[in-house]
T-cell receptor, first 112, second 109 residues
């Protein structure tokens, strides 16, 4: 099925470990986004990529880095995980600006 | 910057109509979107208003007043499966969406 695929679905890290969250879309969308969602909260934008080759900071970029590997793939890296980064991470893409984001199923990350 | 306000919780009975309001402050406004999220699931797109007025999609409608920086989502003929969180989100000129905190809708029999 066409859509946004995130891996892994679940991850437990120890404080200080690093990891990369993967996201790929097969809808030929130009723009891709990484959000985090904490319990009972809305989604907060971490980083986004308006088009292949560009990335920009969102509302909460500290502690994260991103790579837009190609048009399909947009990865999020935690260099040194902290308990405050325990969250659910969603990747999204859109081909029409602000209209109709498609979200992946999320990565549930726990940092202990 | 951008900020949005929406009620944290709304309760309604099956078959009723419910309205979820959203007010926003933003520099550079392109549109207001609504997303639905069931527990443990991904947000899914419901509607988008780029211009003033009402947009209707089946049982769901969304309204925007740009002069009042206000919009709402109207859900009609409520069903149990409509129990979920609903988020409004504003888009600026970069296309990125900034989300509100979400409204938890509980539909009771």
């Amino acid at each position: 099925n066409a859509g946004v695929t995130q891996t892994p679905k679940f991850q437990v890290l120890k404080t200080g470990q690093s990891m990369t969250l993967q996201c790929a879309q097969d809808m030929n969308h130009n723009s891709m986004y990484w959000y985090r969602q904490d319990p009972g909260m809305g989604l907060r934008l971490i980083y986004y990529s308006a088009s292949e080759g560009t990335t920009d900071k969102g509302e909460v970029p500290n502690g994260y880095n991103v790579s837009r590997l190609n048009k399909r793939e947009f990865s999020l890296r935690l260099e040194s995980a902290a308990p405050s980064q325990t969250s659910v991470y969603f990747c999204a893409s859109t081909g029409g600006g602000a209209y109709g984001y498609t979200f992946g199923s999320g990565t549930r990350l726990t940092v202990v | 910057g951008q900020s949005l306000e929406q009620p944290s919780e709304v309760t309604a009975v099956e078959g009723a109509i419910v309205q979820i309001n959203c007010t926003y402050q933003t520099s550079g406004f392109y549109g207001l979107s609504w997303y639905q999220q069931h527990d443990g699931g991904a947000p899914t797109f419901l509607s988008y208003n780029g211009l003033d007025g009402l947009e209707e999609t089946g049982r769901f409608s969304s309204f925007l007043s740009r002069s009042d920086s206000y919009g709402y989502l109207l859900l009609q003929e409520l069903q149990m499966k409509d129990s979920a969180s609903y988020f409004c989100a504003v888009a600026g000129n970069t296309g990125k969406l900034i989300f509100g905190q979400g409204t938890t809708l509980q539909v009771k029999p």
